[in-house]
């Protein structure tokens, strides 16, 4: 029997009020199940909300290093649990193990960085036009946040979110998705083992509709923050939108890679391939499209055939393995769909485009690394997001078709150019129209002391990790202290200026 999980409200693992739960079963082998959670309703949401709302006065008044030590606590507790929490996901989620590790990484990097702002947290001071007055901004937290994260970083997004929302003030109601909810429980015993005090931070797992859309609705929260698809991100901005109510969206990507003729290729080809199959191309800024030059498209294509053809595909837990499965079911029928639609629009299938099936292919759902050829911007295969192991090859005989071609979709997360000229270099830095952009690296490897997000259809222009973090999960304040003792009236006593 499966071990079965709770909600975690008010400092205390309970069941969803109705009773339901849902299971989190193994993508690899999906017989195997990882847990039984709560799935949870509005009524569950109401109480997280209640939970994080009693919280709020303690933790606000609680000094920032106080409530940062809580984070590099935990941030402690990941570096130790490390590898549990890594073979957790590999086996919740799919990702192997290695990258599962760095996922993980990536939280222990963000507590590392984000609790030292709990000594930081700059405010500003500015003069005064006016004689004994003294004028300043401070940061305060915006009071309960909804937090909603994907599954395919799920140790990592929870951490860019909770960490600073905690550093800064803020008390949490917390809904993962529903595909990863081991790893969000496993995250918040680490906040209890921590003595995280009661009610700051709230977990409630279930289904998006009926566990996050609650979260949004609900107007004592002050602000959403949400990792996930543009879809969903759309229809959470235009219910926030009619309550005025903060939203921060990182949402899906259409990531190009551009190979010029001076490249070294071999370090593109390395590239590509990380960037366009890793974590199964289900990295919001995987490489989907490779916009090679015509003069070297063929050598390219051929030596990416050959190299993606070797790549091992299996259960991430396994040795040598490089390509983990699709997180689900309905992920792989949508891969496959976009397979056939990539054919039908006249694109070269030059390598996989099938499910693989024998032996223990069998038991999950893996899906063969997939190379299109000859794919031309228009085509739906290269303007939507596929979220697999799936790259299209788009030849250009230009820098500036090129860019063209790389700007022409409605996404704009991360971008890349492989090129030895530091002149076109410094040109694609400035024309890629992405939040992210690297040289001579692919479309994916964010550090966290760097601003992370995207243009376009990619989100609405709020960054997370690095110091947008702190202004994200706080509102300014400005305040003017005046110690004259008399009346002084800004624009009209001012002083005369020189003449
Ligand atoms: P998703 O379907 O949009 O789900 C994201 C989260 O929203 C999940 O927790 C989901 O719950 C919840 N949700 C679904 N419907 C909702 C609703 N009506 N109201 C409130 N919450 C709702 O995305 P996903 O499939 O988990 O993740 C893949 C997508 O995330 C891709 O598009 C990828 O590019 C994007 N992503 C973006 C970034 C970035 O930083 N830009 C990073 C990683 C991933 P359920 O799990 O129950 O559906």
Known sequence: MAEVYHNYIGGKWVPSQNGDTFESCNPACTSEVIGVFQRSNKQDVISAIDAAHAALPGWMSTPAPIRASYVRRVGQLLERDKEALAQLETREMGKVVEEGRGDVQEGIDMADYISGEGRRMFGETVP?????????????????????????????????????????????????????????????????????????????????????????????????????????????????????????????????????????????????????????????????????????????TTRLIQQAKSLKVGYGLEPGVQVGPLINAQQLQTVDEYVQIGKQEGASLLLGGKRL??????????????????????????????????????????????????????????????????????????DMEAGISYVNAPTIGAEIQLPFGGVKATGNGHREAGTSAIKEFTEPKAIYVDYSGRLQRAQIDVEHHAS
């Open 357 to 430: 099936t024998g032996g223990s292919y069998d038991n999950g759902y893996f899906y063969a690394p997939t190379i299109f050829g000859d794919v031309n911007y228009r085509m739906r295969i290269a303007q939507e997001e596929i979220f697999g192991p799936v790259v299209a090859v788009m030849p250009v005989s230009s820098y500036d078709e090129a860019i063209q071609v790389a700007n022409s979709t409605e996404y704009g997360l991360s971008s890349s150019i492989y090129t030895r000229d530091v002149n076109l270099a410094f040109r694609a830095m400035r």
């Open 128 to 300: 005064s036009e006016l004689r004994d007055k003294f004028a300043m901004m401070v940061r305060q937290p915006l009071g309960v946040v909804g937090l909603i994260t994907p599954w395919n970083f799920p140790v990592a997004i929870p951490t860019w979110k909770i960490f600073p929302a905690l550093v800064t003030g803020n008390t949490i109601v917390f809904k993962p998705a529903e595909d990863t909810p081991a790893a969000a429980t496993a995250l918040v015993k680490l906040f209890e083992e921590a003595g995280l005090p009661a009610g700051v931070l709230n977990l409630v797992t279930g289904y998006g509709p009926e566990a996050g859309a609650p979260i949004v609705e609900d107007a004592r929260i002050r602000m959403i923050s949400f990792t996930g698809s543009s879809a969903v991100g759309r229809e959470i901005a235009a219910k926030a939108g009619r309550d005025l109510k903060k939203t921060m969206l990182e949402l899906g990507g259409k990531n190009p890679m551009i190979v010029m003729p001076d490249a070294d290729l071999d370090l593109a080809l390395e590239g590509a391939l990380w960037g366009a199959f890793g974590t199964t191309g289900q990295r919001c800024t995987a490489t989907s499209r490779i916009i090679v030059h015509r003069d070297i498209a063929d050598e390219f």
